[in-house]
């Protein structure tokens, strides 16, 4: 007696091969991530003054708000203008080229600005700006 052998094809898998897809992706996700550069905020809107001579400045990693009521804002949060060197410090630990930008309410106090700049300057930034509006508009 002869035995037949039956053979069942296989249906052939129709799906999709969705690895590489995914590979390109995630690939892409990285270079983005890696090429990309963060905004650092102060964490408070201020009204800035306006200067005909105002110049966008290229580099400006550390930004210090101060507000019309006499509040110091580093990074979002609210703190005292003796404080200000050492959180300048701190965050120059991570970005050491790095300048500070004073954002200025135009009702801030003079007194206030000049101390949170001479903070910036004893924590080692040399290049400390002055933010201001454009005078158009």
Request: charged share 25%.
């Amino acid at each position: 007696m002869r035995m037949r052998r039956h053979h069942y094809q296989q249906e052939e898998d129709t799906g999709i091969d969705l690895t590489p897809m995914l590979d390109v992706v995630f690939i892409m996700l990285i270079f983005f991530i890696v090429t990309s550069s963060f905004i650092s905020e102060s964490g408070v809107e201020v009204q800035r003054p306006k200067a005909d001579t105002a110049s966008t400045q290229d580099k400006g990693n550390i930004f210090i708000a101060v507000t019309a009521d006499g509040q110091v804002w580093i990074d979002k949060k609210a703190v005292d203008v003796r404080s200000v060197r050492a959180h300048v410090e701190r965050m120059r630990a991570d970005q050491p080229d790095g300048a500070v930008v004073v954002q200025a309410d135009r009702d801030a106090r003079t007194g206030l600005v000049v101390q949170v700049m001479d903070q910036a300057r004893q924590a080692g930034v040399r290049d400390v700006a002055l933010a201001a509006s454009t005078g158009e508009g």
